[in-house]
């Protein structure tokens, strides 16, 4: 017997009647946390690439955000690159996927700067950060050339 606070069982609800050629699409870790993920790495000792992990790395400041200096960005004139110690939270687009100053080294430091970050991490991205920007400085018809809402745009600056 399970208490009234159980979750659903999935199961008893699934609707599981498949025709011949098609599929179903599962998400199994769709829910997970970001402290989720680097509980499940930790937990089952995987190896992970070192970007994740602090670095030396030559840096611009942008919006507030740190992009990692390359030749596929543009550099700003005001915009000076800097030797700094960073970590990357998600890995993407070098153009808007930014940095996080960072001393974590370790699985164990990742989860502890984790715990205490107030920024998520889709909070490093420029691209948000420029939609959202747009969107208040009343450049509305930008985002639309770009095939953003306002509903969108709301969306993305709370992640």
């Given at each position: 017997?399970?208490?009234?606070?159980?979750?659903?069982?999935?199961?008893?609800?699934?609707?599981?009647?498949?025709?011949?050629?098609?599929?179903?699409?599962?998400?199994?870790?769709?829910?997970?946390?970001?402290?989720?993920?680097?509980?499940?790495?930790?937990?089952?000792?995987?190896?992970?690439?070192?970007?994740?992990?602090?670095?030396?790395?030559?840096?611009?400041?942008?919006?507030?955000?740190?992009?990692?200096?390359?030749?596929?960005?543009?550099?700003?004139?005001?915009?000076?690159?800097?030797?700094?110690?960073?970590?990357?939270?998600?890995?993407?687009?070098?153009?808007?996927?930014g940095a996080v100053?960072?001393?974590?080294?370790?699985?164990?430091?990742?989860?502890?700067?984790?715990?205490?970050?107030?920024?998520?991490?889709?909070?490093?991205?420029?691209?948000?950060?420029?939609?959202?920007?747009?969107?208040?400085?009343?450049?509305?018809?930008?985002?639309?050339?770009?095939?953003?809402?306002?509903?969108?745009?709301?969306?993305?600056?709370?992640?």
């Amino acid at each position: 017997m399970g208490s009234e606070k159980s979750k659903t069982e999935l199961w008893n609800i699934f609707n599981g009647k498949k025709n011949p050629g098609e599929h179903f699409r599962v998400f199994p870790i769709s829910n997970w946390t970001e402290m989720d993920v680097w509980n499940y790495i930790h937990m089952e000792k995987i190896d992970m690439p070192v970007i994740y992990f602090t670095h030396k790395r030559l840096c611009i400041r942008r919006n507030g955000t740190l992009l990692a200096h390359s030749d596929f960005l543009n550099i700003r004139e005001s915009e000076k690159p800097e030797m700094l110690q960073v970590r990357f939270r998600t890995i993407g687009d070098m153009t808007c996927t930014g940095a996080v100053m960072s001393e974590a080294n370790s699985l164990e430091d990742i989860i502890k700067e984790v715990s205490i970050s107030r920024q998520t991490e889709r909070g490093t991205r420029a691209d948000d950060k420029d939609l959202n920007l747009l969107w208040k400085t009343g450049r509305k018809k930008d985002t639309f050339k770009l095939g953003i809402s306002q509903s969108q745009v709301k969306i993305y600056s709370k992640w």
